[in-house]
């Protein structure tokens, strides 16, 4: 028996996700899917403060707080989240990223209420003292000192967000300075949070085992009595001018294990009708051991030991990162001169019917893939509503993908992956 | 918020996970099956009922190395070509051992999946093993022993083993050691594939977005030409295991930043009707929550947290404990730790604590079927410790039935009495100290510790 070896993404069908979607009176938005099962349910959090939010001078506050939304409220003491679902079989987590800092949990169903209940009043009545300020604040540089200084290559994500924008406050990166972080005060922190953390600027998922209506009545109950402050959000309007010339820049570090360097296109902004054809490139160029940059690169040349491709789409416009790591006695200009002859193949001719369905069909399996736990759909209806402005997005999601053509490919490559739109970090050691 | 403190929980719902179905299919080999159609995606697992168990003293290591090349190319397609095909059907594509089995796996969406089945059929039955394969994994496996042993806890845990079950079966480190990967080569691993891999000793678990039917329909078609290469050579004995004893060994190594404490012994197989009891049992010591971290970490700040597992195997698995300490606590840290550890014979645990850490056992099993991976994994574990399937269903039930009183009667017999503790840390500061407690403490200086030796050489 014969059976073929590839397959037309086309024929990779998924149901579309249904929900409910609900913005309660103080502005807060409630979107609920159910999914019965499994007796377990995820709970995402997302507040529509990132990185790009921190107040000027004090970058790294949108993150610090992620740490402070643990020290306790009013009514709980510290931990209590942990308690909450470590102790019942769940485990929480939250992360920050450029545009919002997002809160999850997941629990078996029968705990859906009480979490709901934290949720809420680590909203309503979060302590912020001067005690847990300080504890975190170190907290916080100590992460930096171990993600940032200390981990191999860890400054170049840095320094891509800080070199590749000259305006728009993307380039002060997530985790922020330690200077800045150190001359914070206790009232900066304070005003931080009154002007974020309010029910108008919070989106809320749950995904799994739930009943909509009781849910419903749980949010209502619990959000719906947190006041919404009648003076405006501040919102990020700046922005990036066209960049007109290539920019370069020279960083020598400690932890370099071997030369690398970093390529960052400016691309719009992830509701822009040219993302999908961005997702297509990125996983073209860098998508598993068959993408072009790994086959050319790394098997075939042996001039890197690892290559990497990334649209990185945001709420605002957003970067496309091409990275090689030189293999081991390979020069940098060596390695990065094999990246630009693939960079100008994808520049010059559109990819063959072959290669981009063997990428339709990464990218639909992954879509695929991504709906199996409820926290990832959670996220995924995180991410749409918070960076695309729309949940209904996810259910065009897969069509968009099945829709890039080659054309498509070689166009979006034309218009962004030009020299004078790039800025190129060169991260060597010292 | 109007309740000013939080609400009580309600009543925990259970999981029904789609009901297995088993067939045998003509040249021997057990396939289950199971429908879950939710989305588009299908998996399956080939669990060869041979794994590290099954080498020899003196080449452990093969069955991760044969498992570890599988994927490294066919006799029609090299390693770079078998990426690309599994790329190009958006599939994944592993295969791994442990002691008990060797496993291939493969995922795919519902229309890719006939064709990355074939993958699987075609790694498991015609893997090349070809020499520079062989060489490059051979190098990196021994490569990456540097980094286990590295950490003093990873290292911990093999020497507990070896303390555990000396020369026995389980004894061995499953990922070898720089003597014996050094004589493996390309013959021994053909030999192991040869002999272990067929089709009258494993099973196929498949399941996803297909009927029954179809998938055995699948296996037929594909898997039903494996034929069997003679009888089935008789599975020697399983060595015997010694004794649990009480007893310290210690690995001099001045360098490691602070001490790997692990305690445990010999418990039970999974297929022991004490299971679910030595679950809960385990839960109880398990978790920020636990009794461990409360007592080692809450209570005293010894460390910044201290656990409990249980090492399922089909034949009596591991029970270990584990924390890392300060190098100048760690007599009051191995003291700490038995006698929580016997807390569990002697002091019941309350209903309220109960609840909560039968809700840590069953909430981690209900987030591990939320995927078809998982529930393939599940069934295989099902399958492989020779678990009746109908108890996948009763998972939940089984475990809610365990009482405080189930917990101690279990733990005073098969995990409080004679636990070994093995320390990896600077000596100089702690094993004269517990000279003084204990009968029997032996000191291992790092240089000399031979893991491929059952009394760890020294």
């Known amino acids: 028996v014969t059976v073929p070896s590839t397959i037309s993404a086309s024929a990779i069908d998924v149901a579309p996700i249904r929900y409910v979607d609900r913005t309660l009176a103080n502005g807060l938005r409630a979107i609920l899917v159910r999914d019965p099962r499994v007796p377990s349910v995820a709970i995402n959090v997302a507040y529509r403060v990132g990185g790009k939010d921190d107040p000027a001078g004090r970058s790294g506050f949108a993150h610090l707080f992620e740490h402070l939304m643990f020290k306790g409220t009013a009514r709980t003491g510290p931990e209590t989240i942990d308690r909450l679902t470590e102790d019942v079989g769940g485990f929480n987590n939250a992360f920050t990223t450029e545009d919002i800092t997002n809160y999850y949990e997941v629990i078996p169903s029968n705990h859906l209420e009480r979490l709901l209940w934290a949720e809420a009043d680590r909203l309503a009545a979060l302590v912020v003292n001067e005690e847990n300020f300080v504890t975190e604040r170190d907290v916080v540089i100590g992460e930096y000192d171990q993600r940032i200084l200390a981990e191999p290559y860890g400054m170049l994500d840095e320094l891509v967000n800080r070199e590749a924008y000259a305006v728009h406050p993307y380039r002060r990166g997530v985790i922020g300075s330690p200077a800045e972080l150190n001359a914070a005060s206790l009232a900066d922190v304070v005003a931080f949070h009154s002007t974020y953390y309010r029910p108008d600027n919070a989106v809320l998922v749950v995904a799994g085992d739930l009943d909509a209506d009781a849910t419903m009545g749980w949010i209502e109950a619990y959000f719906g009595a947190i006041a919404t402050p009648p003076v405006p959000i501040p919102r990020v309007h700046a922005v990036e001018p066209e960049q007109t010339a290539e920019r370069r820049y020279e960083y020598r570090a400690a932890n370099a294990p071997l030369p690398a360097s970093e390529e960052a296109y400016h691309i719009p902004d992830a509701a822009h009708p040219d993302a999908a054809a961005l997702d297509v490139l990125e996983t073209l160029l860098g998508g598993g051991r068959s993408s072009r940059l790994y086959t050319a690169l790394v098997y075939q040349k042996q001039l890197a030991s690892s290559t990497y491709a990334s649209a990185d789409l945001r709420e605002q416009p957003g970067l496309f990162g091409v990275r090689v790591t030189c293999a081991r006695g390979v020069a940098l200009a060596q390695a990065r001169a094999g990246l630009e002859l693939e960079l100008d193949r994808v520049r010059t001719q559109p990819p063959d019917e072959a290669e981009l369905e063997r990428v339709r069909t990464q990218i639909a399996s992954a879509v695929v893939r991504s709906r199996q736990a409820n926290n990832g759909v959670a996220l995924t209806m995180v991410r749409a509503v918070t960076e695309r402005g729309d949940p209904e997005l996810v259910n065009g999601d897969l069509a968009r993908y099945l829709a890039v053509t080659a054309d498509d490919v070689l166009r979006v490559a034309r218009t962004y992956l030009r020299p004078e739109n790039r800025t190129v970090i060169e991260y060597l050691p010292q | ?458």
């Open chain 2, 1 to 458: 918020v109007n309740a000013p403190t939080v609400p009580a929980p309600g009543p925990p719902r259970d999981a029904t996970l789609p009901a297995p179905v088993e067939r045998v299919l003509d040249n021997g080999l057990r396939v289950v099956a199971f429908a879950q159609r939710n989305l588009p995606l299908i998996a399956a697992q080939l669990v060869i009922r041979c794994g590290g168990a099954a080498e020899r003293e003196d080449e452990a290591g093969l069955s991760a190395l044969v498992a570890a090349l599988l994927t490294q190319g066919t006799t029609t397609r090299g390693a770079m070509e078998l990426a690309a095909a599994a790329d190009a059907l958006g599939a994944r594509l592993d295969a791994a051992s442990g002691y008990d089995a060797s496993v291939v796996s493969v995922s795919a969406t519902t229309p890719a999946f006939p064709a990355a089945f074939a993958l699987l059929d075609e790694v498991a039955r015609q893997p090349a093993f070809a020499p520079h394969e062989v060489e490059r994994v051979r190098t990196k496996s021994i490569s990456d022993l540097s980094l286990t042993y590295a950490n003093p806890s990873a290292l911990a845990r093999l020497v507990s083993q070896r303390v555990a079950y000396a020369g026995a079966p389980y004894g061995h480190p499953v990922a070898g050691t720089v003597a014996t990967l050094a004589t493996l080569g390309r013959d021994r691993v053909a030999w192991f594939h040869e002999r272990f891999y067929r089709p009258d000793d494993a099973v196929l678990v498949i399941g996803g977005d297909l009927e029954v039917d179809d998938a055995f329909a699948l296996a037929e078609r594909v898997l039903g030409s494996w034929r069997v290469p003679g009888p089935l050579p008789e599975r020697p004995p399983f060595g015997e295991i010694p004794p649990p004893r009480s007893r310290v060994v210690i690995v001099d190594k001045p360098d490691s930043g602070r001490t790997a404490l692990y305690s445990g012994r010999v418990t039970i197989e999974r297929a022991s009707p004490d299971y679910y009891a030595a679950t809960v049992a385990v839960a109880v010591l398990s978790g920020y929550s636990g009794r461990l971290n409360q007592e080692i970490r809450v209570k005293r700040g010894l460390s910044y947290g201290a656990g409990a597992m249980l090492a399922v195997r089909r034949m009596p698995g591991l029970f270990l404990t584990s924390t890392l300490v300060d190098h100048a606590r760690v007599v009051e840290a191995t003291e700490v730790t038995a006698a929580t550890i016997r807390s569990l014979a002697e002091a019941p645990a309350t209903e309220d604590d109960l609840v909560t850490r039968k809700a840590t056992v069953t909430g981690g099993f209900h987030r591990s079927i939320e995927t078809i991976d998982g529930i393939a994994g599940t069934v295989a574990e099902h399958v492989l410790y020779d678990v009746p399937l109908a108890e996948i269903n009763e998972y939940t039930r089984r475990v809610q039935a365990v009482d405080a009183a189930s917990v101690c009667a279990f733990a005073a017999r098969g995990l409080v009495p004679d636990d070994f503790v093995v320390l990896v840390g600077d000596a100089s500061k702690f094993a004269a100290e517990l000279g003084h407690t204990h009968a029997d403490v032996r000191v291992i200086p790092f240089d000399t510790l031979d893991l491929g030796s059952p009394s760890l050489g020294g």
